[in-house]
């Protein structure tokens, strides 16, 4: 397993942890923003934190891995597109790159139950919310990293003025 400084140095390393004034895709602002994919694009980084993830719920049984949009596409699949299909009561993992409020991991959950996947677990590689979300199964992360985040109303960055990035999948647009 993977120590608690192993794992931020690969985040470190990718750039992965970036500061200055977010929007998170939950709406929420903070002055530091973890982008997953930038360590997720080194194969060497994206094997390693996924066998770390892996082996958080080694005793579940598995029968497929599902993401929330890009966020933890690359250890994950949300919205089973392109031909993505779930069997009645298949055994379902849960997996996001970094929770906040845990709303993308409802989301599919929602989505799993939706098309008769039963959800077992969830897994973050990063949990930013403070321990403050509670999920109907078993739940683990890889890191707890406490980082302040903000409802806008109540950002100090943005009361001294600075105006908020967008830099999450979500907010990605493509060019027309």
Not at 102 to 121: D, F, L, M, N, Y
Not at 156 to 167: D, E, F, I, T
Request: a negative charge; hydrophobic letters at 45%.
């Amino acid at each position: 397993m993977l120590t608690r400084e192993e794992l931020l140095k690969m985040f470190e390393v990718a750039g992965a942890i970036r500061h200055g004034h977010f929007e998170l895709s939950s709406g929420l602002h903070s002055a530091t923003y973890v982008q997953c994919a930038l360590v997720l694009q080194y194969p060497r980084f994206a094997e390693r934190l996924g066998q770390a993830l892996a082996a958080l719920f080694s005793d579940a049984r598995i029968d497929a891995v599902v993401s929330p949009a890009l966020g933890g596409l690359i250890i994950g699949t949300m919205a089973l597109r392109r031909g993505f299909t779930l069997q009645p009561d298949q055994h379902v993992l849960v997996v996001e790159d970094v929770w906040t409020t845990g709303g993308s991991t409802q989301e599919t959950i929602h989505v799993v139950e939706e098309v008769g996947g039963r959800v077992v677990a969830v897994g973050a590689l990063i949990d930013r919310s403070g321990g403050e979300i509670e999920f109907p199964v078993e739940s683990n992360a890889l890191v707890e990293l406490q980082i302040a985040s903000y409802e806008p109303e109540d950002c100090p960055l943005c009361r001294q003025g600075s105006v908020a990035a967008k830099p999450g999948s979500r907010f990605a647009r493509s060019a027309p």
